[in-house]
């Protein structure tokens, strides 16, 4: 599977951004599927993820509530809405892919490359 991430942007302070996951090479819908962010300095971490039927999602507290997750399986492509933006959503996101729930870090057999999300003040 070949995940592409795109989306990305500089936004100011309380915008709207919605990343894209475009999945190529086969299909994800057996696959769990999440976004995970990296700040400069910091570690991988996940923002959110979706299981492969789409009836389960899970956030982290930093997001809840202002992240929405989503996916299409006839469009190959899962989604991240991302409203409310604060300076401390600046990172690189990276979809990926996993059949593993929750989706953790050490979970994902396919990572995408990263788009890269920049909320100024």
């Known amino acids: 599977v070949q995940l592409q991430a795109s989306g990305g942007g500089l936004v100011q302070t309380g915008g709207s951004l919605r990343l894209s996951c475009a999945a190529s090479g086969r299909s994800i819908s057996s696959y769990n599927m999440g976004w995970f962010r990296q700040a400069p300095g910091k570690e991988r971490e996940s923002v959110t993820a979706?299981?492969?039927?789409?009836?389960?999602?899970s956030y982290a507290d930093s997001v809840k509530g202002r992240f929405t997750i989503s996916r299409d399986n006839a469009k190959n492509t899962v989604y991240l809405q991302m409203n409310s933006l604060i300076s401390d959503d600046t990172a690189v996101y990276y979809c990926?892919?996993?059949?593993?729930?929750?989706?953790?870090?050490?979970?994902?057999?396919?990572w995408g490359k990263g788009t890269l999300v920049t909320v100024s003040s």
């Open positions: 990926a892919a996993g059949r593993t729930w929750p989706l953790r870090r050490d979970g994902v057999d396919y």
């Open positions: 979706i299981t492969w039927s789409g009836t389960s999602t």
